[in-house]
């Protein structure tokens, strides 16, 4: 089975600073990962997944993530974040070649304060 | 396309009454996945058909909840009695069956309340 623990639970920043939010994951085979964002009384929209190929996946909004096989980590990146990228960011896992099922971490939220 | 569509967006019921929640997929999407939502437990799937077959329900909490897909393009989630731990959102997500491994893409939840 999977786990993915996302290292905070808050993380607050000033608008146009970087800002990376971790996420490790627990798997005894490979994995497929993912992140998702959830803006206020919104679902979950997809910002960026890995599958295989290069270890820099980079997604919408301007976000980028990371894969780290040796750390089992995911962590996400943006450069300059804006108030609007104020959201809860959930890191996701997959077994490869299992079932179906995503396992998400419990989210971090992200406020971007002006 | 409309997207996942979920309805009602927010429902407020008495303890021990019957709440059913529904759900259109993407027209084309083979997957359909139930997931409920809490500040405590945070996101957990319930179950998730595949071309409307049940293929795994170990995520239902207890009898109390059921959920049928008798068609392709739409699903229940019944709750009976509800309870005020029910309390949650609840949110159904779908994706398509062919190729690699695809996104879920999620409808905009319902908000349950269980007074």
């Known amino acids: 089975a999977q786990s993915v623990t996302q290292l905070d639970s808050q993380v607050p920043v000033f608008e146009e600073a970087p800002v990376e939010l971790r996420c490790n994951y627990s798997?005894?085979?490979?994995?497929?990962l993912f992140w998702y964002v959830q803006y206020p009384n919104q679902g979950l929209q997809l910002l960026l997944k890995?599958?295989?190929?290069?270890?820099l996946v980079k997604g919408i909004n301007g976000f980028e993530a990371e894969f780290n096989k040796s750390q089992t980590s995911f962590h996400l990146r943006k450069p300059s974040v804006h108030i609007s990228d104020t959201a809860e960011y959930f890191c996701?896992?997959?077994?490869?070649?299992?079932?179906?099922?995503?396992?998400f971490g419990k989210g971090t939220k992200l406020t971007v304060n002006p | 396309d409309a997207g996942v569509i979920q309805s009602p967006r927010h429902e407020v019921t008495e303890m021990g009454q019957e709440v059913t929640l529904r759900c259109k997929p993407i027209?084309?999407?083979?997957?359909l996945f139930w997931y409920r939502q809490t500040m405590m437990r945070g996101l957990e799937l319930l179950i998730y058909?595949?071309?409307?077959?049940?293929?795994?329900d170990s995520g239902m909490p207890e009898d109390r909840f059921s959920a049928k897909m008798p068609n392709a393009s739409f699903s229940t989630l019944k709750i009976q009695p509800s309870e005020p731990r029910d309390s949650a959102v609840y949110f159904c997500?779908?994706?398509?069956?062919?190729?690699?491994?695809?996104?879920?893409?999620f409808g905009p939840g319902t908000r349950l309340t269980v007074l």
């Open positions: 027209s084309g999407h083979d997957y």
């Open positions: 890995y599958l295989s190929g290069s270890t």
């Open positions: 997500a779908s994706r398509p069956g062919q190729g690699g491994y695809n996104e879920q893409f």
């Open positions: 058909f595949n071309n409307n077959v049940p293929i795994d």
């Open positions: 996701a896992a997959a077994a490869q070649g299992g079932s179906e099922k995503l396992v």
């Open positions: 798997s005894s085979v490979s994995v497929y």
